[in-house]
């Protein structure tokens, strides 16, 4: 099952609590909350490219699956990271924050643990 396609957001929970959490400034999480996002994945076997826009904010992350590799969070930090597959799920766990991103059909789920809580998004390919 390949990931490769382009999603957009359908929904998302716990965005705001979720990102003061992650220390990013309110007008930020203000200005991010209603924006629709657009989620572009390129799968090449164990590699993977992943293109996050949201308004005018591009996040790109590139990695190989097992290997570590340099990950830039919703904050603009960068931190290492190794991303392990389990069927069709991609698991990490970066800074104390675990991401959950996984693909049924043409639906990806994402869910983000942060001590206590949890943020999900759902975006469909389109």
Same mark, same amino acid.
């Given at each position: 099952?390949?990931?490769?396609?382009?999603?957009?957001?359908?929904?998302?929970? *716990?965005?705001?609590?979720?990102?003061?959490?992650?220390?990013?400034?309110?007008?930020?999480?203000?200005?991010?909350?209603?924006?629709?996002?657009?989620?572009?994945?390129?799968? *090449?076997?164990?590699?993977?490219?992943?293109?996050?826009?949201?308004?005018?904010?591009?996040?790109? *992350?590139?990695?190989?699956?097992?290997?570590?590799?340099?990950?830039?969070?919703?904050?603009?930090?960068?931190?290492?990271?190794?991303?392990?597959?389990?069927? *069709?799920?991609?698991?990490?766990?970066?800074?104390?924050?675990?991401?959950?991103?996984?693909?049924?059909?043409?639906?990806?789920?994402?869910?983000?643990?942060?001590?206590?809580?949890?943020?999900?998004?759902?975006?469909?390919?389109?």
């Amino acid at each position: 099952m390949s990931f490769t396609g382009k999603y957009e957001l359908q929904s998302q929970e *716990n965005f705001e609590p979720f990102m003061k959490a992650l220390g990013l400034p309110d007008d930020q999480i203000q200005k991010g909350k209603d924006i629709k996002s657009t989620t572009e994945i390129v799968q *090449n076997g164990k590699k993977f490219k992943i293109t996050t826009t949201t308004g005018s904010k591009v996040l790109t *992350n590139e990695f190989t699956v097992g290997e570590e590799a340099e990950i830039e969070l919703p904050t603009g930090e960068k931190a290492k990271a190794t991303v392990q597959m389990e069927g *069709n799920k991609l698991i990490t766990n970066v800074k104390g924050m675990k991401s959950i991103t996984e693909l049924n059909g043409d639906t990806i789920t994402n869910i983000m643990t942060l001590g206590d809580l949890t943020y999900k998004r759902i975006s469909k390919r389109v």
